[in-house]
């Protein structure tokens, strides 16, 4: 069973998403069964920032002067004989996601429920610094999103 702790520094988000934190957690209802991770307890949290605050952590963690649309830090790398495990951190930036400005609420959301399950790999360990490891990971995301994208809206 996956957790998402949801935090929200951007009132946007609200217009977009109102019960966020149900929006995130039905996602991951819907889960591919490898990723359900079933007689687990598995913890993330889930930031809904903006591409001010994102651009910040973006330079302070990983040098980076700019802001972008998702950042993922894995709290630990080896948990496959644990029960319970924090999985880390995701940020999401509103700015990003709500671009084009008229995008209408189903259209949001999907881009959302996307970048989340990218970010949601990432904490796994998934990168795409390689080629062969970009098409590994969007293989993978694309599982995920056809397991969950009916379930959205």
Same mark, same amino acid.
């Given at each position: 069973? #996956?957790? @998402?702790? @949801?935090?929200?520094?951007?009132?946007?988000?609200?217009?977009?998403?109102?019960?966020?934190?149900?929006?995130?957690?039905?996602?991951?209802?819907?889960? !591919?069964?490898?990723?359900?991770?079933?007689?687990?307890?598995? $913890?993330?949290?889930?930031?809904?920032?903006?591409?001010?605050?994102?651009? +910040?952590?973006?330079?302070?963690?990983?040098?980076?002067?700019?802001?972008?649309?998702?950042?993922?830090? !894995?709290?630990?790398?080896?948990?496959?004989?644990?029960?319970?495990? $924090?999985?880390?951190?995701? #940020?999401?930036?509103?700015? $990003?996601?709500?671009? !084009?400005?008229?995008?209408?609420?189903?259209?949001? +959301?999907?881009?959302?429920?996307?970048?989340? #399950?990218?970010?949601?790999?990432?904490?796994?360990?998934?990168?795409?610094?390689?080629? +062969?490891?970009?098409?590994?990971?969007?293989?993978?995301?694309?599982?995920? $999103?056809?397991?969950?994208? +009916?379930?959205?809206?």
């Amino acid at each position: 069973m #996956i957790k @998402v702790n @949801v935090l929200s520094e951007e009132k946007s988000w609200t217009k977009k998403i109102r019960e966020k934190e149900k929006f995130f957690n039905n996602i991951c209802k819907f889960f !591919p069964k490898k990723f359900k991770f079933a007689n687990r307890k598995i $913890y993330l949290t889930l930031l809904l920032s903006n591409n001010q605050t994102i651009k +910040k952590l973006n330079r302070k963690f990983r040098n980076k002067n700019n802001h972008t649309d998702v950042l993922s830090f !894995p709290f630990q790398k080896n948990f496959k004989n644990l029960k319970e495990v $924090y999985l880390g951190d995701i #940020i999401i930036s509103f700015n $990003y996601m709500n671009n !084009p400005k008229n995008l209408k609420n189903n259209e949001f +959301k999907k881009k959302v429920c996307k970048i989340f #399950i990218h970010g949601f790999l990432h904490l796994l360990g998934f990168d795409h610094i390689k080629i +062969k490891d970009y098409k590994k990971m969007l293989i993978e995301e694309r599982k995920i $999103y056809n397991s969950v994208q +009916k379930h959205i809206g």
